[in-house]
């Protein structure tokens, strides 16, 4: 008995002593599991840095998760509690959005929400945030002086995506009867890291450097849209190969006598291909204030001598598009410069062969990409002539690419690089302390600019929102009010 008692004393020693050093930290935040779908392994920091948060004298608990590609005990032998429970951290930090039943009330979380533009699937949670009054940070909303973002994964959305149609291209030209080294590139996510996959882009090239590509597919173009992170990474991959970059204008020149034992390379800029609709000048100031004067010529001076297309550019809808399905339809009917179809040695159907889509912008700058494709099943073909798509890599049409969660297929780098971008700005945000006034915290504009929602509103900038919901509802509104009528119409 006195054995006992002086067990369960010790115990409640030990657990006073826990306490204190609890009570000690500066404040504690957690990392939660994502959840959003089965491909969803990153998350927002990594080892490194929970390692320099914990030293700094921070509490860092993290949620378990077999599924998270950074194993538990890296995150633990930084200094982290792994643990189930996180409703005593101030700051909850994810990568994707959580549950509405597991957001907890009155709590500052950080993740991408997609519901800046009044996105109606999300329209659910936000109401949820707001209910609980939880400071909800957007990375998306992370921009600097320049309104560029400074927190986010586009380079390695665009390192994936690179290695996914160079996967695709090897399928596709299989299905049109042609062997090509572009068969040994696997999916980006089949390989334990970026080096892996390098390798094996690399190995492709040699074999190309050889004139081992089949003489009638002809030389090869890529066509990267936009000068970003995102195009960026597309062509860090782009540059294993043995390749040449040319101007937009040599394309054409190119795509017909090129070497067949390189492949080339274009990036189009804004002034490459937009130009004003009343005198074809382009003016960059302009532009910024009224795209809407503006249209482009990709379709009739870049297309016809691309292979494959890369887009990485951001779309708005007063800004022009890249190809609409008119242009699709032209760019499939067949070259009157590809060499004669014989059994052995195939001709391509028409040098357009591919897009991979990396802004994922449904019925954006690519106005028939109207549904994302997915890890399981990345690509389809779109047959412009009947305006289907069709899961497969095999019959008519321009083989599509459009994922929307490309990082994830690479989770350790994509975490880290993105850990990298947004560490500087945890320290402020540790302090953030969701029941105060916005107007008490001391935030840099980085992170007040981010900040969605707090104290049960919206956010002065993003008041907006409701407006768009409002808008949106009132158009549903008129068509239930209008489909009677038209029903009577139709029945005669």
């Known amino acids: 008995m006195l054995r006992l008692v002086r067990g369960q004393s010790r115990r409640v020693k030990g657990c006073v002593r826990s306490q204190r050093r609890s009570s000690h930290h500066k404040s504690v935040m957690a990392i939660r599991r994502e959840d959003v ?31 998270r590609a950074i194993h538990n005990r890296f995150y633990e032998k930084a200094g982290a509690i792994i643990q189930e429970d996180i409703s005593e951290a101030s700051l909850i930090i994810g990568v994707k959005r959580p549950p509405e039943e597991k957001v ?36 998306e909303k992370m921009v600097d002086e320049n309104g560029f973002r400074i927190v986010a994964f586009g ?8 290695i996914n149609i160079l996967h695709g291209l090897g399928l596709r030209f299989l ?27 690399r190995d492709c090239g040699y074999e190309i450097s050889l004139g081992l590509m089949p003489k009638s597919i002809g030389p090869l173009t890529f066509v990267f849209t936009g000068t970003g992170n995102v195009s960026k990474g597309a062509q860090d991959i782009f540059n294993e ?25 274009t ?3 804004r002034h490459h291909h937009l130009i004003r609709k009343s005198d074809g000048v382009y003016d960059p100031f ?32 007063h800004t022009p598009r890249l190809l609409r399905r008119l242009d699709a339809q032209k760019l499939m009917r067949p070259s009157k410069s590809l060499a004669a179809m014989t059994e052995g040695w195939p001709s391509l159907p028409h040098k357009f062969l591919a897009i991979c889509d990396i802004s994922a912008d449904t019925g954006g700058s690519i106005e028939f990409m109207t549904e994302c494709t997915t890890i399981e099943k990345p690509f389809c073909m779109y047959d412009a002539n009947q305006h289907i798509d069709h899961d497969s890599v095999e019959g008519n049409g321009i083989l599509m690419c459009s994922i929307d969660n490309l990082p994830a297929q690479l989770p350790i780098e994509a975490t880290e690089y993105f850990g990298n971008r947004l560490f500087p700005y945890i320290w402020e945000m540790l302090q953030s302390d969701a029941t105060r006034p916005l107007d008490e915290e001391n935030f840099s504009p980085q992170v007040r600019d981010a900040v969605i929602t707090s104290n049960g509103k919206l956010t002065t900038k993003f008041e907006y929102i409701q407006k768009l919901r409002e808008k949106r509802h009132s158009a549903v509104n008129v068509w239930f009010l209008c489909l009677p009528h038209c029903l009577n119409i139709l029945h005669g």
């Open 37 to 67: 779908n089965v491909w969803e392994r990153r998350a927002p920091l990594a080892p490194q840095h929970v390692k320099e948060i914990t030293a700094a004298g921070h509490k860092v608990l993290v949620q378990p998760s077999n599924r």
């Open 104 to 139: 907890i009330p009155q709590k500052t979380y950080a993740f991408f929400s997609h519901t800046i533009k009044a996105q109606e699937a999300n329209m659910g949670l936000l109401d949820d945030i707001l209910k609980k009054e939880v400071r909800l940070l957007d990375y």
């Open 155 to 162: 380079k390695w959305a665009g390192v994936a995506g690179m």
């Open 175 to 201: 299905a049109l009867g042609h062997h090509t080294p572009f068969m040994h590139i696997g999916m980006a996510h089949n390989y334990r890291n970026v080096s892996q996959a390098i390798q094996a882009v």
């Open 241 to 265: 190969l043995p390749c040449e970059y040319v101007e937009p204008h040599e394309l054409k020149e190119v795509s017909k006598s090129g070497d067949l034992t390189k492949v080339y390379g």
């Open 267 to 269: 990036v189009i800029s």
């Open 286 to 317: 302009e532009y910024e204030h009224h795209p809407e004067r503006y249209t482009s010529h990709f379709r009739s001076t870049v297309a016809p001598y691309t292979t494959c297309l890369i887009n990485g550019i951001y779309w708005d809808p």
